[in-house]
C-alpha cells in the first residue's frame, strides 16, 4: 500500500505541474465569464440597423413604425429591469411589472414610459444609483435613397435599392455615410393580397443577413395587427373590444406530485433544475475524456522512455495500476471540484438578468442529490474507461500508436452527447432503458436520468452493474499491464493478448 501511495503522489504532481492540469482546471471558469461577459457586451453593443420602407399602399407605413416602436420599448423595459434590480435598496423586491411580457409592455407605455417608471420607482434604488441609460435603437427607419422612384414597379424599385443592400453604396444620415441592412416593399394591394393568397407576396422583405430574424418578425407582427384591425372594422366588431378579449389568458398551475407536500408547485427554477442533467452529463464526458487522455498518455510515455522498467524493479504491475489510479483520479476530483464550485458560487454571485431564477434553480439542483450521483457517476466511469484506456496504453509503444485507438474510443464516447436530449426528454423510454444496462454508457445515462426518480431497482442495477465492469476491465488491465509492460516489438495478437487475461501468457 505505501508504494501505491507513492505512485499516486508522483503521479499527481507530475500532471499537477503540467501547463494542460491549470489549463483545463481554469478553463470552464473563464469560458463561463468569458461567455457571460462576452453575450452580454455583445447583446449591448449591437451597432443600429438601418432600414427602408416603401409603402405603395399608403395604408401600412405607421403601422410598421409602430411595431418598431413597441419592440424598442420592450428593450428599455428589459433593460430597465435589469437596472432596478442591480440597484435595489436593501429588503426591497423588484415590482413585477418590470417582466418585458406583452400586457407589461402595453401597460409601459401607456404610463408614460422609462420617465414616468423612474419617478414611481426612485424610492426603492439606493441613493448612490447612476442615471439610467436607455438602449440605442436596434432598427432605425431611414428614408430612400433620393434616386428612388417609389411609384415605380417592384422589381425596378429593388433593382435600384439593391447597390445599397449589398453595400456598393452608402445612405446619409445624420450626416454620416451607413450600410442599407433591409428593405420592405409594400406593393399597392397588399392589404387586400394578405386576405388571400394570389401566388406571389405583395409584400417583400430583401436583407443579405438572414440570420437576424428580429427585424421580420417585427414587421409581420406590426402588419398582421392592422390588417386584423381593418377586417374586424369592416365587418363591424370593435377591435378593442377583441384585443380586450384576446388578452384574456388562462393560468395552468404545474404541480409535482414527487414533492413534498406544499411544495408541490413547480417554479421556473425547478423547470430550470429539470434540465441540469443535461449540462451534468456534458461536463461528465469532458471531465472523464480528459482524465483518461491524461492516463493514457502517462502510460505510453512511461512504457516508451522504460520508466516502467525502472518501477517494475520496485513494485508490482498491480502497484503502479492502483498508484495511477489513486493519482490521476485525484487530479479528476480536482477538477471537477473546482468547476462544480465555481459553477455554484458564480450562480450564488451573480445579479444580473435572471438572478432571481438562477439563484433558487442551483439551490434546487443542491437539494435534489444531483451532485453526489455526479460524483458517484464519475468515480464509476472513471474506473470503468480507466481499464480500457490502461490496457490500450500498455499495448502501444508510443503516443501517436496511442492516437490510432483514440479514435474509435471518442466515436464510442460520443453516443451519450447524441442522445442526452433525447433521454433527458423521456428518461424513461426504451432508448434510456436500453443505453443504462450498456456499461460504457452507464454512468452518462443514468446521470441523465436522475432528476426524473428511475425506479429504484434499475439504479441499484445500474450502480452494480458499473461496479462489476470496472472491476472486470481493471482485473484485465492489471494482466494485461503486467505482461505488456516488458515487452518490446510489435502489438501482440488478439489470441496472445486473450491468452495474457486468462493468464496464461506467463511463460
Known amino acids: ?4 501511495l507513492l505512485i499516486a503522489l508522483r503521479e499527481f504532481a507530475e500532471n499537477a505541474k503540467t501547463k494542460g492540469f491549470w ?11 468569458i461567455s457571460f461577459f462576452v453575450s452580454t457586451k455583445l447583446s449591448k453593443s449591437e ?65 408614460g414610459g422609462k420617465d414616468a417608471y423612474l419617478s414611481h420607482l426612485r424610492p426603492m434604488l439606493r441613493e448612490n444609483t447612476p442615471e439610467f441609460k436607455e438602449p440605442a435603437h436596434r432598427f432605425v427607419r431611414v428614408q430612400p435613397p433620393v ?9 425596378r424599385i429593388l433593382e435600384t435599392l439593391k447597390p445599397y443592400l449589398v453595400g456598393e453604396k ?16 409594400i406593393e399597392p394591394d397588399a392589404v387586400e393580397g394578405a386576405t388571400r393568397w394570389t401566388g406571389e407576396p405583395a409584400i417583400q422583405y430583401w436583407s443579405t443577413n438572414l440570420a437576424v430574424d428580429d427585424l421580420p418578425e417585427i414587421f409581420r407582427g406590426g402588419l398582421n395587427y392592422e390588417v386584423r384591425r381593418r377586417l374586424y372594422a369592416a365587418r ?13 389568458q388562462v393560468r395552468i398551475g404545474s404541480f409535482d406530485p414527487g414533492k413534498a407536500s406544499g411544495t408541490e408547485t413547480v417554479s421556473t427554477a425547478d423547470r430550470i433544475a429539470g434540465n441540469i442533467p443535461v449540462a451534468f452529463v456534458y461536463l461528465l464526458w469532458v471531465s472523464i475524456f480528459t482524465v483518461m487522455q491524461m492516463l493514457l498518455n502517462n502510460t505510453v510515455e512511461e512504457k516508451s522512455n522504460r520508466i516502467a522498467e525502472v518501477l517494475l524493479s520496485s513494485v508490482t504491475p498491480n502497484e503502479i495500476m492502483m498508484g495511477k489510479l489513486i493519482g490521476i483520479a485525484g487530479i479528476g476530483v480536482t477538477m471537477v471540484g473546482a468547476w462544480l464550485a465555481t459553477i455554484f458560487i458564480g450562480a450564488n454571485l451573480y445579479q444580473g438578468p435572471g438572478a432571481e ?30 481499464g480500457l484506456f490502461l490496457s490500450i496504453g500498455a499495448l ?29 426528454r423521456d428518461p424513461h423510454g426504451t432508448l434510456a432503458t436500453i443505453l443504462t444496462w450498456i456499461p460504457l454508457y452507464t454512468p452518462f445515462t443514468l446521470m441523465n436520468r436522475a432528476a426524473a426518480d428511475p425506479p429504484v431497482l434499475e439504479v441499484v442495477g445500474a450502480v452494480l452493474l458499473m461496479i462489476a465492469t470496472a472491476v472486470l476491465l481493471l482485473w484485465s488491465a492489471g494482466r494485461i499491464l503486467r505482461m505488456a509492460m516488458l515487452r518490446a516489438g510489435g502489438r501482440p495478437k488478439f489470441v496472445e493478448l486473450m491468452q495474457w487475461v486468462r493468464g496464461r501468457g506467463d511463460a
Request: proline content about 6%; glycine content about 6%; overall charge negative.
Open 1 to 4: 500500500m505505501k508504494y501505491t
Open 23 to 33: 489549463i483545463g482546471l481554469f478553463m470552464l471558469p473563464l469560458i463561463l465569464v
Open 47 to 111: 451597432p443600429a440597423r438601418y432600414f427602408v420602407v416603401v409603402d405603395q399602399s399608403g395604408e401600412l407605413s405607421a403601422s410598421i413604425d409602430s411595431s418598431i416602436n413597441w419592440a424598442h420599448q420592450r428593450t428599455v423595459l428589459q433593460a430597465l429591469g435589469e437596472h432596478v434590480r442591480e440597484h435595489l435598496r436593501a429588503g426591497q423586491n423588484p415590482p413585477m411589472d418590470l417582466w418585458p411580457n406583452p400586457a407589461a409592455v402595453d401597460a409601459f407605455i401607456a404610463a
Open 147 to 155: 434616386a428612388l422612384d417609389t411609384t415605380a414597379s417592384a422589381s
Open 170 to 185: 452608402h445612405i446619409t444620415v445624420d450626416g454620416a455615410d451607413v450600410s442599407l441592412f433591409a428593405a420592405l416593399v
Open 236 to 248: 363591424g366588431v370593435e377591435f378593442s373590444t377583441v384585443r380586450s378579449v384576446e388578452g384574456t
Open 357 to 386: 431564477v438562477v439563484g433558487p434553480a442551483i439551490a434546487a439542483v443542491a437539494s435534489t442529490g444531483l451532485v453526489p450521483m455526479f460524483l458517484l457517476c464519475f468515480l464509476l466511469g472513471y474506473l470503468i474507461y480507466a
Open 396 to 424: 502501444c509503444n508510443d503516443i501517436k500508436e496511442a492516437q490510432s485507438f483514440q479514435g474509435p474510443m471518442m466515436l464510442i464516447m460520443m453516443v451519450p452527447l447524441f442522445t442526452m436530449v433525447f433521454v433527458n
